[in-house]
């Protein structure tokens, strides 16, 4: 069974960093897309960042400059380096992959971290 597992969140003063981390396990042939969505409250879900396999990456426009994507593709892994951070990132960030597992590609879910920023 495939698991996205998260780390990383916690409450930071605006103008700090945070890293986060999202290792995927489980019998997995290969993964495609990794990336970071979050959801404040009252909001829809937004996509942050996303890394193919090759290194391409995609941002979502408020977080260019300060956010920091990137994966380590023999470890299963996606990293979110969050710096600059302001009240308005204070989110749960989820991590997501679109993978190749026996029964075919599939899309996965990390359970969320909690990101809060206070001014």
């Known amino acids: 069974q495939v698991q996205l597992v998260e780390s990383g969140g916690g409450l930071v003063q605006a103008g700090g960093s945070l890293r986060l981390s999202c290792a995927a396990s489980?019998?997995?042939?290969?993964?495609?897309?990794m990336g970071w969505y979050r959801q404040a409250p009252g909001k829809q879900r937004e996509l942050v960042a996303s890394?193919?396999?090759?290194?391409?990456?995609n941002y979502e426009d408020s977080v260019k400059g300060r956010f920091t994507i990137s994966r380590d593709n023999a470890k299963n892994t996606v990293y979110l380096q969050m710096n600059s951070l302001k009240p308005d990132d204070t989110a749960v960030y989820h991590c997501h992959a679109n993978l190749l597992e026996s029964a075919g590609w599939r899309d996965y879910w990390g359970q969320g971290t909690q990101v809060t920023v206070s001014s």
């Open positions: 890394i193919t396999r090759g290194g391409s990456t």
């Open positions: 489980g019998r997995i042939l290969t993964i495609n897309v």
